[in-house]
């Protein structure tokens, strides 16, 4: 994700944003930065959806 996404997520994170919120955020900011590539790539993908998570974990 890019750093306007992290910054996204983790404000929501402070403002005490719930699971679905957040699992939300993360999952626009894959969509627009991994499967489009900015614009470049996957142009018809409307959603990308996380279910089931149990653990989740980036590095920066």
Known sequence: MGPQH?????DAQQAG???AQLQQIVA????EVYFQDGGRRAGQLEEVRF???EHLEFDL
């Open 6 to 10: 992290a910054a996204r997520l983790f």
């Open 17 to 19: 944003a719930g699971d």
């Open 51 to 53: 279910t089931d998570i």
């Open 28 to 31: 626009e900011g894959l969509k």
